[in-house]
Structure formats: C-alpha cells, structure tokens
C-alpha cells in the first residue's frame, strides 16, 4: 500500500508564505499524480493545484499566482509554496495521490492526514 505523510502548516500573518509538503512510501506502486486540496468547515473539499507525473500542473483560481506546487520523483515528495496569503486561504490542507501498478493491476486513491493552514493577524 502507500502512505502519505503531510508537514508544514501552521499559523501565518496576511501576506506571509507557507510551505507544504507531502511524502509518499510504499513498496510496488508508482506514483501518478500529486494533489493539493483544501477544505475550512461547514463547505467542501476543494482542488488547490495538481501536478502529474510528466509535470503538467494546474491550479484553481483562486490561488493563481501565488501557490506553487512541485515535486521531486526521486523522493516521491510534493510541494506547494504558498505566497501572498490570504485569510480566506485557512483550512485544512490535504495531500492526494493517485498510485498504480501493473500486475496485478490496482488503482489507488491515497489521502494524507491533512495540515491546518491559519492565516490571522
């Protein structure tokens, strides 16, 4: 299987910076996409940024121009910087990975613990 481990958040000022990062382990799986998503109470979970495994990324609006989201395949590590942030970018911040294999072939879908992001002055 494969387990994901989130660090990084914490408490920040407006206009600060954060860096998230999640790390993926697990024996015959390869990982495909990485995922940010972020979720505050009382709404749903919603897609931050995504990068596959060739690289290509996209974000959500909302966040455009200010994360930035990376990974390093060696590691199996992903990453997002958080720039500019806003007060109405606190939540919780989960990881997602999508993880394959071949033979016999699977599909996994894995979620991290997730990470509170406060933003607050």
């Known amino acids: 299987q494969v387990q994901l481990v989130e660090s990084g958040g914490g408490l920040v000022q407006p206009g600060g910076s954060l860096r998230l990062s999640c790390a993926a382990s697990g024996s015959d799986f390869s990982i495909n996409a990485m995922s940010w998503y972020r979720q505050v109470p009382g709404k749903e979970r919603e897609l931050v940024a995504t990068?596959?495994?060739?690289?290509?990324?996209n974000y959500a609006d909302s966040v455009k121009g200010r994360f930035s989201i990376s990974r390093d395949n060696a590691k199996n590590t992903v990453y997002v910087q958080m720039n500019s942030l806003k007060t109405e970018d606190t939540a919780v911040y989960y990881c997602?990975?999508?993880?394959?294999?071949?033979?016999?072939?699977?599909?996994?879908?894995?979620w991290g613990q997730g990470t509170q992001v406060t933003v607050s002055s």
């Open positions: 990068i596959t495994s060739g690289g290509i990324i």
């Open positions: 997602k990975v999508v993880a394959s294999r071949v033979n016999p072939f699977k599909v996994l879908n894995v």
